[in-house]
Each structure stands twice: as C-alpha cells, then as structure tokens.
Nanobody, 124 residues
Framework: QVQLVESGGGLVQAGGSLILSCAAS????????MGWFRQAPGKEREFVGT????????YYAESVKDRFTISRDSTKKTMYLQLNNLKPEDAAVYYC?????????????????WGQGTQVTVSS
C-alpha cells in the first residue's frame, strides 16, 4: 500500500506564498498521475490541479491556474504545490492523491490513494 504525507501548511497573510509537499512511501506502486484537492468547512472537496508523472504535463482548476504551480521530484517521489498570491478564499485543508488512471483525472473518485491533509489558513 502507498502512503502519502502532506506538509508545509500554515498561516499566511493575503498576498503571501506557501509551498506544500506530498511525499509518497510504502510498498512499490506505479501510478500515472498525482493531484491536489482542497476542502473548506461545509464545502465539497475541490479539484486544484494534477500532474502526469511520466511527462510532467499539468492541468489546473480555473480558480488557481494563474497563481498555483505543481511540480514533482521523481527521485524523491514527492509532489509540490507552490501557492502564490494567496486569498482568504484559498483557506482549506489541502490533500494530495495518487491515481492509477492514465486519462484525465479531475474528480476525487479518479484517485485511489490519499494523504491526511495539511491546513492552509489565510488572514486578511
């Protein structure tokens, strides 16, 4: 089984930046894509972005594509999310996930493995 652990969350002022990490470990497992989701209280889990592991191809939600950047380090089996120009509405628990599917993966049901989440709080 694969374990995913997010880190890097915290409290920042509006307009500030954070970088989140998602480290994969455990039993050897091959997946096609990894993704980021976020969830605020009372809201559904929201797609943020995804990266195809082998090619580095990325796709972002419209709400974040001009401000957030996904990257990966294959040797460390780690995915990153750079969050720039943060807004109060970005505050949420951010989750990383891994998917065995090779096509578009933008829904929670497309992913089989999930981390525990890391809290991002944005002050105004």
């Amino acid at each position: 089984q694969v374990q995913l652990v997010e880190s890097g969350g915290g409290l920042v002022q509006a307009g500030g930046s954070l970088i989140l990490s998602c480290a994969a470990s455990g039993r050897t497992f091959s997946w096609y894509s990894m993704g980021w989701f976020r969830q605020a209280p009372g809201k559904e889990r929201e797609f943020v972005g995804t990266i195809r592991w082998s090619t580095g191809t990325k796709y972002y939600a419209e709400s974040v594509k001009d401000r957030f950047t996904i990257s990966r380090d294959s040797t460390k089996k780690t995915m990153y999310l750079q969050l720039n120009n943060l807004k109060p509405e970005d505050a949420a628990v951010y989750y990383c996930a891994a998917s065995p599917r090779s096509g578009d993966v933008v829904a929670p049901g497309d992913y089989d493995y999930w981390g525990q989440g890391t809290q991002v709080t944005v002050s105004s």
